[in-house]
C-alpha cells in the first residue's frame, strides 16, 4: 500500500472518527471518543467521549473546531449512517441516496467538501491516533483518576491534546492555513 502525503495546509483536510474503548478503564462502560484531527500536521484538534458515535456527537465535536479555526476544505470520513446513506436494495429498497443525511446538508450549507473512505486503511493517520490514543490516553486518565465522560472530555481537550499535539505534531508544508471564517450571519449551532 502506497502512503498518500500529507495535505499541505493545515485546514485542507480533517478526520473526524469515534473510537469505541474502555476508556476509562475495563471495569468501566465502554465510551467513544469522537476525534477531529488535521491531516497536514498530524494535530487532534477537538475530542468527546461519548456513550456512542452518533450525529449530534459529530456535530458537537465540529461545534468546538469550526468555533475556534474555522471551516475546512474537506472532512475525511468512513461510510457511518449518521454521515451518508449506505443502504441500497433489500429491504430498504425504497431508500435511494440522492436525499442528502441531516450531516451532508450541513457540510454542504457550509461548503465543507465530504470525502468517504472505502476502508479503515484508506484513512490510516486517522485509525493509528486513535491507536496511540488507546494506549497512551487510557493510563494518564487512570493516573488522573478521571471517573466520568465529562471529566475525561475536559481533561483531553485541556491537557492531553496540547502535549500530543507539541510532542507529535508535524509543521505543514506551507505555512498558510486553509481555515476559512465562518460566514458571517451564519449560525453554528443552527446549522449543526
Request: net charge positive; charged share 25%.
Amino acid at each position: 500500500r502506497r502512503h498518500r502525503e500529507r495535505k499541505p495546509r493545515f485546514g485542507m483536510m480533517l478526520f473526524l472518527d469515534g473510537s469505541p474503548h474502555p476508556w476509562l478503564g475495563p471495569d468501566s462502560p465502554k465510551l467513544t471518543l469522537i476525534l477531529c484531527t488535521d491531516d497536514a500536521t498530524g494535530r487532534p484538534l477537538y475530542g468527546a467521549f461519548l456513550p456512542q458515535e452518533t450525529l449530534a456527537g459529530c456535530f458537537t465535536v465540529l461545534y468546538h473546531v469550526f468555533r475556534r479555526y474555522g471551516l475546512p476544505e474537506c472532512l475525511y470520513l468512513d461510510k457511518a449512517s449518521q454521515f451518508t446513506t449506505t443502504r441500497h436494495g433489500g429491504t430498504h429498497r425504497c431508500q435511494s441516496d440522492n436525499k442528502p443525511t441531516h450531516f451532508e446538508a450541513a457540510m454542504s450549507n457550509l461548503a465543507i467538501e465530504l470525502i468517504f473512505a472505502s476502508s479503515p486503511q484508506a484513512r490510516g493517520r486517522g485509525e493509528r491516533i486513535n491507536g496511540s490514543f488507546q494506549g497512551r490516553l487510557v493510563a494518564e486518565l487512570r493516573r488522573a483518576g478521571i471517573k466520568t465522560a465529562a471529566a475525561a472530555t475536559d481533561y483531553l481537550n485541556r491537557r492531553f491534546i496540547p502535549s500530543y499535539a507539541r510532542r507529535f505534531g508535524v509543521e505543514p508544508k506551507d505555512p498558510a492555513s486553509a481555515f476559512r471564517p465562518v460566514p458571517e450571519g451564519v449560525d453554528l449551532r443552527t446549522v449543526l
